[in-house]
């Protein structure tokens, strides 16, 4: 493995598995304001029963997204000095903010956590309005880098030197705000089928509380409200990309010619030496119709572009198919559990729409990945889109296989240490002991 | 009014600083988790452990204050470090890694009963392997060891591992041994707080024979940071820092605990000030000065602009927390019900 590609390893790897963790530490802020405020607004005290049981496991997966985000924020220099030392001044700015808001979120997530026998429950409920803003913040200020990276703007390169810096500008580039909506929101969504999941799963095994029941709707809930809102942003990300990124665009879509009417290409794998999509099912003038609301509209093909400034079809149009169909089979699932359930008039228990609620939770977080994956490699082969290649940006230093190494070993360790304490939470003394000092 | 330069270099010291206080405390707490001894050893260590848990995460972000700043607004010298101390950076990232994960899973298994000794072995082997090779990437900048050709910076393992950097990492490590229990003997009582007095003091001791020690290192080592340091106003934050470390020294004999750990404090924020001093106008000694490896004027200008922004949420936040987290550690984390 050449420098290059094993520091683009390491660093899709260390954004692969941060993003797990972050999605959890945005989403759950979320579920935990909710829960603690229908406590105190109903005077069920099961809601905040509901919202303590999660702060063990959220322990743990916030710690490691804060570790893991700590190893991103040095691999942006350990892999990637070149891309910074051009890209610092620019998207500096979007690193600082999400800094402060990542402080606030860790503060108010301590205090939520720790704070139970010293602050009273209002106040324990007001740490998590901060705690929640500040994390869904952070996702915002840090997607503005990603933005920036896709629509550079804010600057003029002059002998190949940036000049005339405007980091206000750069910070609220074009592509920001649809990525930050899409992104965002997503990790509600993701967080809300990831813990649905599990609820469904404890009914499947027969355990039937009333309190299971309760926090599987209320996760649900929680994913299905934000799930027509990806459909709606996924729309503006995609007409933004036709318009302003066409190479991303056609490897998304896996469209090879530039044509009037062209047809939306759904599934099969595509060939960049023949130019042809094995195995799709296409539909005639959807793609130009969904680009510009015109059948006859002319998509650009990636024959359009050079060669050498081409993105890989096939890294792109399987996992943006994969986002979509992501979508659909959520929709799906939830449509049915809520069919039922206002059918039924209660948590339904049987088990073909359970099931399916369980197949369907991890694809959020599936979905969360691939739409990264979408607009990474999409982007290729630059990293700052018409400025910067990749292969510039990446760190003169040797050995970074190593250091790929190294890593996949660390994240290894973690991945087997957290599911063995997800897993096997060790019931032995820590049931009893928990039950017995309910609400503290 | 004040030059924007300097006020960037300023908030780049102040995060060190911070991170030196507040994250360097808690790995101290990690440092004496593995030095505890004596009968009450296992107080000791659960006294530290749950003293570091509702803030560790937060005084760990400075750390990533340190690492935007330096990026934000000294673009090139942050490309530049990062390509030489690609290796003592790596470790240091293991150990924060391993170091938060076993920390974390310790706290989990606790919380269901389950004790777990790899988990705290990790710990405290984290907690040293971290300050140690960080100190040495810091003092790395000073040793005058890393050359740029042509703007580009020549690797090679002699820039970052020779005898003034080992003394760096060694003299961090002992910077968060000192912090932990100063910082401890405010918050516990009894016997428990004796034996926090007696480490904090032995481990000024030894802070104050090392960063002595370091000078002769430097002059034979690193001359043109040790000529700086001795011969310029420098010396003033060396002299500061003596005074406080001697100062500290009595408070902690004549049991001035709350003062104790306010000098404590000030011994540390003098040694990193001197050091930041005699680096300055540098970022890499002699090879790259802050002012050539600072970003476009704009760019510190929306930076400074974000901090006192930022710092308006920040303050009342951090202050929130720390009070809310004064006195007696908890003995665990509140009660979270048992597993559904």
């Not at chain 1, 891309?83 to 997530?109: N, Q």
């Not at chain 1, 024959?303 to 081409?310: I, K, L, S």
């Not at chain 1, 890294?315 to 929709?331: C, E």
């Not at chain 2, 790395?140 to 950097?165: E, S, Y």
Request: with cysteine; net charge neutral.
């Amino acid at each position: 493995m050449d420098n290059l590609l094993a520091a683009r390893a390491l660093m899709g790897l260390s954004l692969a598995f941060h993003i797990l963790y972050a999605t959890i530490g945005i989403g759950l802020p979320l579920l935990l304001m909710i829960a603690e405020g229908l406590a105190l607004k109903t005077g069920d005290d099961s809601w905040h029963v509901i919202a303590r049981r999660w702060i063990r496991p959220a322990g743990v997966l916030f710690a490691i997204g804060a570790v893991s985000g700590t190893i991103l924020s040095f691999e942006l220099g350990l892999l990637w000095p070149e891309f910074m030392a051009f890209s610092g001044p620019l998207i500096g700015l979007a690193f600082s903010m999400e800094g402060f808001a990542f402080f606030t979120e860790a503060i108010f997530l301590a205090l939520y956590i720790y704070g139970e026998r010293r602050l009273s429950r209002r106040a324990l409920f007001l740490c998590t309005i901060p705690l929640t803003v500040a994390a869904a913040l952070s996702a915002v200020f840090v997607i503005s880098a990603n933005g920036w990276m896709n629509t550079p703007t804010g600057f003029r390169l002059v002998d190949g030197v940036v000049a005339e810096v405007r980091p206000l500008e750069a910070f609220a580039n074009p592509a920001w705000l649809h990525e930050a909506v899409h992104g965002t929101l997503a990790a509600y969504v993701a967080t809300g089928f990831a813990m649905s999941g599990f609820y469904a799963a404890t009914l499947l095994r027969g355990q039937a509380t009333p309190y299971t029941k309760k926090a599987l709707t209320l996760c649900l809930a929680v994913a299905t409200v934000f799930l027509p809102f990806m459909l709606i942003s996924g729309d503006w990300a995609a007409s933004f990309v036709a318009r302003h990124q066409k190479a991303k665009f056609a490897a998304m879509e896996a469209h090879f010619q530039s044509s009037a009417g062209a047809p939306l290409v759904i599934g099969g794998w595509p060939d960049p030496e023949t130019g042809t999509v094995a195995y799709a099912i296409k539909i005639p003038k959807l793609l130009s119709v969904l680009a510009d609301k015109d059948p006859d509209f002319v998509v650009k093909g990636l024959n359009a572009f050079p060669a050498e400034d081409r993105p890989d079809p096939r890294l792109v149009h399987p996992f943006f198919d994969l986002m979509v169909g992501s979508f659909l089979l959520m929709s799906v699932a939830s449509g049915w559990f809520w069919w039922l359930r206002w059918r039924q008039g209660e948590v339904t228990v049987e088990r073909k729409p359970l099931f399916l609620l369980l197949l369907a939770s991890p694809f959020g977080m599936i979905a969360l990945e691939s739409g990264w994956m979408v607009t990474e490699f999409g982007r290729q082969p630059w990293v700052v889109q018409g400025y910067l290649r990749t292969t510039q940006g990446v760190t003169p230093h040797g050995g970074i296989f190593l250091v790929f190494t190294t890593f996949l070993l660390v994240y290894l360790a973690l991945t087997v240490g957290i599911l063995r304490l997800l897993l096997y939470p060790g019931q032995k003394g820590g049931a009893g002991k928990g039950s017995e000092v309910h609400h503290g | 009014m004040a030059d924007p330069l300097l006020l960037s270099e300023l908030a780049l010291v102040l995060g060190l600083v911070a991170y030196a206080l507040f994250g360097g405390a808690d790995f101290g707490g990690g440092i004496w988790t593995a030095l505890a001894f004596g009968p009450r050893a296992p107080e000791q260590r659960d006294a530290l452990f749950n003293a570091i848990g509702p803030v560790w995460e937060t005084n760990h972000v400075w750390l990533i204050f340190v690492v935007v700043t330096l990026f934000t607004a000294f673009p090139e010298g942050f490309a530049d470090l990062f390509i030489v101390l690609m290796t003592p950076l790596v470790l240091a990232l293991v150990g924060i890694n391993f170091r938060g994960a076993a920390f974390a899973f310790r706290h989990f298994g606790r919380q269901s009963g389950r004790e777990a000794p790899l988990s705290a072995r990790v710990f405290e082997v984290a907690s040293i392997l971290t300050p140690f090779t960080l100190g040495m990437a810091v003092s790395a900048t000073a040793a005058g060891r890393i050359t740029l050709i042509d703007g580009q910076p020549v690797t090679g393992i002699g820039t970052w591992a020779n005898p003034f950097t080992l003394m760096g990492g060694v003299v961090g490590l002992a910077i968060c041994a000192y912090l932990a229990p100063a910082y401890m003997t405010v918050r516990v009582s009894g016997e428990l707080q004796e034996d926090f007095r007696k480490e904090a003091m032995a481990a000024g001791l030894a802070l104050g024979a090392l960063t002595a020690l370091t000078i002769p290192v430097a002059i034979y080592q690193a001359p043109r940071f040790a000529l700086r340091l001795i011969s310029s106003w420098p010396i003033i934050f060396v002299a500061l820092a003596v005074a406080a470390g001697v100062a500290t020294e009595l408070l902690l004999w004549r049991r001035r605990f709350v003062s104790a750990q306010i000098g404590a404090a000030g011994t540390v924020v003098f040694t990193l000030a001197g050091f930041a001093a005699a680096l300055n106008p540098d970022l890499l000694i002699g090879q790259l000065s802050l002012a050539a490896a600072a970003a476009p004027l704009p760019t510190l200008v929306a930076y400074l602009t974000v901090l006192p922004l930022g710092a308006l949420i920040l303050v009342p936040s951090l202050i929130y927390l720390y009070w809310t987290f004064r006195g007696e550690p908890d003995p665990e984390i509140p009660p979270a019900g048992s597993e559904p």
